[in-house]
Every structure is written in structure tokens, then in C-alpha cells.
């Protein structure tokens, strides 16, 4: 089965008052209410997704629209191809 590179690690980020992203490592529906002021869906390798409402939903379409726009559109690759290649 093909799959994308590891490189590709979606997440939902926090946007802080002061405009920052929250990191990969922080769990934005576990901080405290009004702590973001919206949430943006990311990936690892630098993508970053349209704002959202800081909400449950939001952080949902977040994961949604990372996975959607962002991890099938890319190119894919055999693993035992791959492995082959080197060794």
C-alpha cells in the first residue's frame, strides 16, 4: 500500500493573542477556555491551513481540511520499493 513521507504530521494550533501558533506537543482542546483566539490546522513539514473559530467543531474541520488539502494531494510512494532501493 502506498503511503506519504513521515515528514507529514497534521495537528491543530492554537493562535495566542499575541498572534503565535501554539506547537505540535500542545493539545488545544485541553487548555483552558479563551486561552486561543483561533485555530489553524498545521503540518510538520510547514503547511498551514485557512483559521477557524477556536471551537470542538473547528478543531475537527482543522484535522479535516489538513488531511483533505494538504496529505492526499501528495505524491506517494511504495514501501518495499523504497527498502529496496537502500539496501
Request: glycine share 8%.
Amino acid at each position: 500500500m502506498p503511503i506519504t513521507d513521515d515528514d507529514h504530521g497534521g495537528y491543530v494550533a492554537g493562535r495566542y493573542r499575541d498572534g503565535s501558533l501554539s506547537d505540535a506537543w500542545t493539545d488545544v482542546l485541553r487548555c483552558a477556555p479563551g486561552t486561543f483566539v483561533r485555530f489553524v490546522p498545521r503540518c510538520a513539514c510547514g503547511w498551514t491551513g485557512r483559521e477557524r473559530p477556536a471551537t470542538p467543531a473547528a478543531s475537527t474541520a482543522c484535522m479535516q481540511e489538513w488531511f483533505v488539502s494538504h496529505v492526499v494531494p501528495l505524491p506517494t510512494r511504495e514501501p518495499a520499493r523504497d527498502a529496496l532501493m537502500r539496501a
